[in-house]
């Protein structure tokens, strides 16, 4: 059996194109919804997601402000644009481009976020939420894993699903909607003894490790949604996933391919939290 192919590129541009309709749908009622990207120097896969960002944003109607800070930008000059940008009314969602550079703590920028407007949703008051099953900004990435998989036609309510990786920003809220969704979730991590034991019991396995094909079909459930989060350089620098998608789409029922699978969603979730916050902040329905 052949993996169905679950094509993120073409899902993403079906969801900016339903955030462009309701951004247009805003802007009849004299809304405009502004995202404000930070760079903070010059790393070159940084600013390669950050262009991706701000095209996705011309192309749903959302308007973007792009700052670009240099690389020995300090933590304080950081905290005051963002200060800048919470005060700032026309601003519905800021989004810090990571990894900063290392004067820079992560944490220290996500926690001066207001979390109405952290459209990535890292801000521990919308990650709190998340975990106690309220309305919040949900990171961009499991998210869209989400999506991806709910277009796939798979309802995860009585499932087995599998998350390998449990960082903050991927695997503890992918484990977390997908609980939220009614599976039965198990987190593997680098210290879990013996990995394939874990995933094999998957009816859906997320792989969010950053492990160039960590994840071979002896790993793998005869017919299992597999969702490839990974974007590593294989040997020969090309792109690839964490997941060894030659072996793996022989044995699962769907899986994502890399590039094209989990990226583009990432994006149009991204837009989709900008316009929720856009919402949310005016008191409009959602
Ligand atoms: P992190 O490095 O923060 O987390 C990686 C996780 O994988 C950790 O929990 C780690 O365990 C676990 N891990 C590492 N090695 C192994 C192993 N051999 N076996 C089992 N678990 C292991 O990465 P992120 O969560 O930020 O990202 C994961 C991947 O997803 C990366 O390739 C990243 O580039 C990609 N990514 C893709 C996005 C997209 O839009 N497509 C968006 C965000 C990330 P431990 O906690 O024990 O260290």
Do not use: W
């Not at 009622?29 to 960002?53: C, F, H, I, M, W």
């Not at 900004?137 to 869209?144: A, D, Q, R, W, Y």
């Amino acid at each position: 059996m052949t993996a169905q192919i679950l094509d993120g590129k073409a899902l993403a541009a079906r969801v900016r194109a339903e955030v462009a309709r309701d951004v247009l749908a805003l802007n009849q009622k004299g809304v405009e919804v502004t995202l404000a990207v930070v760079l903070v120097g010059d790393d070159p896969a940084s600013q390669v997601y950050v262009r991706n960002k701000v095209k996705a944003c011309a192309e749903t109607h959302i308007r973007s402000l792009e700052f670009r800070m240099p690389a020995e930008t300090t933590q304080q000059e950081l905290l005051a644009k963002i200060a800048e940008l919470n005060a700032d009314d026309a601003v519905d969602g800021i989004l810090v481009q990571l990894p900063l550079p290392s004067q820079i703590s992560s944490a220290a920028v996500i926690a001066a976020i207001d979390p109405a407007k952290d459209v990535d949703g890292f801000h521990t008051r919308n990650a709190g939420a998340l975990m106690t099953g309220s309305q919040t900004l949900v990171p961009c990435t499991p998210m869209g894993v989400m999506r991806l998989i709910e277009d796939a036609g798979v309802n995860p309510a009585g499932k087995t699903a599998v998350v390998v990786g449990r960082s903050n920003i991927v695997g503890k809220p992918m484990a977390m909607l997908l609980l939220h969704a009614h599976a039965t979730v198990t987190v593997a991590h680098s210290k879990t003894p013996d990995l394939a034991s874990v995933t094999k019991n998957a009816d859906i396995l997320v792989a969010a490790v950053g492990r160039a094909r960590l994840i071979t079909a002896d790993m793998v459930k005869e017919g299992a949604v597999v969702i490839d989060v990974g974007m590593n350089r294989d040997e020969n620098g090309r792109l690839c996933g964490d997941v060894d998608f030659d072996s793996v789409k022989e044995k699962a029922g769907s899986i994502t391919p890399v590039p094209g699978g989990v990226g583009p969603m990432t994006i149009a979730m991204l837009m989709c939290n900008t316009v929720l916050a856009a919402k949310h902040r005016r008191g409009l329905s959602l």
